[in-house]
């Protein structure tokens, strides 16, 4: 049985405080925030305290909070126990203490919605190797995907994760505000959105590639540009193109 | 009961073939392409030509082929009945005949992945009344979402489907080239991308936003940029980030 103590009371820190709760492997013995009002909702459940020099002992503390506060925050944890961040773009290493690590859960998640965390990858790190065995066992016990990712890899994975999530996000946002133009519903959208998503089941994004860049359509390109007006758009449209069509130069 | 030939046997046409097929209230007399060796799919479940001045006697002439061919093809139909293509970025007006129209499925359709079309809006425009109102009872056969969308929507709804679907495809394929050079499984990433996706449910896609570019968080995207070594990711990076920051500016 592994104990824990969460610090922090957002998106994260609520998702993972969920899912240590359902597993009977874990026992739950605080959470720590600065925020009275967001402790509320765990209070029913385990102990909760905003006082951070009022930590109770606990084999693992997960500090799930916002990337610049992690330093300041780990300071406070005097206790023994493992120590561990859940940020996939901070460096292990702002934790002060040597018994420290890493738990990076690679997922978007939104207030008060809760994931089911068993197909979420978790990745983790820690300076010495039994920490690293403890921090396997605690993904283990929320996720079938728990890999060791070191701190090269995580920040290649972090920025791989803009591009999969934040950017493509913008593009979905361009495409709502297109639509709204001509008075169509975003809705109309979704189904494609859907299937471009669900096309990496069988395909790679490389071969899953379609659209007037790929084939060098450059009529339907001229076409398209006609069509925009706000600059930024203009440039994405042509950079992305651009980008595509290069991808693809060698096959047509 | 509605008499079809489709013309073509590419993906959109393979796919219209099997949800036209299904429906009890179509009739699917005929497909006819160039490429004998495609036709053989068909044969056992309707006749099947190469030759295109042998079409049968339908109510609607369905032209599922590359944009470019629709003009040339649409000549060779001098039966009665009416005539649509089925592209989203090609005007209407290409079809010679006066009783002509467009049959949009906003979809991205794979060689040989057959879709459920109970959920793909199709998008329906006729010159002629009684036309559009024979294509919107078409879509109903096949479709829960039928749209009529006129040529000014059509174009610009087909320049969004660029945006969510061809661009987003690419950044996943930058994704997935960002995770191989730190020999990283694509895979970890399949999850993140479905969750972008399905937030679409409950969160406009202005409102899903997160990342260092939303929060203006300099440090990070420095720290980012500091990673990538290709010209045009440095770009697309930039560039993204830039087009965010300015979509949130007043919010900080």
Same mark, same amino acid.
């Given at each position: 049985?592994?104990?824990?103590?969460?610090?922090?009371?957002?998106?994260?820190?609520?998702?993972?405080?969920?899912?240590?709760?359902?597993?009977?492997?874990?026992?739950?013995? =605080?959470?720590?925030?600065?925020?009275?009002?967001?402790?509320?909702?765990?209070? $029913?459940?385990?102990? +909760?305290?905003?006082?951070?020099?009022?930590?109770? =002992?606990?084999?693992?503390?997960?500090?799930?909070?916002?990337?610049?506060?992690?330093?300041?925050?780990?300071?406070?944890?005097?206790?023994?126990?493992?120590? +561990?961040?859940?940020?996939?773009?901070?460096?292990?290493?702002?934790?002060?203490?040597?018994?420290?690590?890493?738990?990076?859960?690679?997922?978007?998640?939104?207030?008060?919605?809760?994931?089911?965390? &068993?197909?979420?990858?978790?990745?983790?790190?820690?300076? $010495?190797?039994? &920490?690293?065995?403890?921090?396997?066992?605690?993904?283990?016990?929320?996720?079938?995907?728990?890999?060791?990712?070191? &701190?090269?890899?995580?920040?290649?994975?972090?920025? &791989?994760?803009?591009?999969?999530?934040?950017?493509?996000?913008?593009?979905?946002?361009?495409?709502?505000?297109?639509?709204?133009?001509?008075?169509?519903?975003?809705?109309?959208?979704?189904?494609?959105?859907?299937?471009?998503?669900?096309?990496?089941?069988?395909?790679?994004?490389?071969?899953?590639?379609?659209?007037?860049?790929?084939?060098?359509?450059?009529?339907?390109?001229?076409?398209?540009?006609?069509?925009?007006? $706000?600059?930024?758009?203009?440039?994405?449209?042509?950079?992305?193109?651009?980008?595509?069509?290069?991808?693809?130069?060698?096959?047509?």
């Amino acid at each position: 049985m592994l104990s824990v103590v969460i610090l922090g009371t957002g998106n994260v820190a609520e998702n993972l405080f969920h899912a240590f709760y359902e597993s009977t492997s874990i026992r739950l013995t =605080q959470v720590v925030g600065r925020n009275e009002e967001s402790l509320k909702k765990f209070q $029913d459940k385990t102990k +909760v305290s905003s006082d951070f020099e009022n930590l109770v =002992q606990a084999d693992i503390y997960v500090i799930a909070i916002s990337d610049n506060a992690i330093p300041e925050i780990s300071k406070k944890i005097t206790q023994e126990g493992l120590v +561990v961040h859940t940020s996939g773009a901070t460096p292990m290493e702002v934790i002060p203490t040597k018994n420290r690590g890493v738990f990076y859960p690679l997922q978007t998640f939104t207030k008060g919605h809760v994931l089911d965390f &068993s197909t979420i990858p978790i990745c983790v790190e820690a300076e $010495d190797p039994m &920490s690293f065995t403890k921090l396997q066992q605690l993904g283990e016990c929320i996720s079938n995907k728990v890999y060791g990712i070191n &701190s090269e890899q995580r920040k290649k994975l972090h920025l &791989s994760a803009v591009f999969a999530n934040n950017f493509s996000n913008h593009l979905f946002h361009i495409s709502e505000v297109l639509c709204k133009e001509e008075n169509l519903s975003f809705e109309l959208l979704k189904p494609l959105i859907l299937e471009t998503v669900k096309k990496l089941d069988f395909l790679s994004p490389l071969e899953a590639q379609t659209g007037p860049a790929r084939r060098k359509d450059s009529e339907s390109m001229k076409r398209h540009l006609e069509l925009l007006t $706000d600059e930024k758009q203009i440039k994405l449209y042509m950079l992305l193109s651009e980008a595509i069509s290069k991808t693809y130069e060698k096959e047509l």
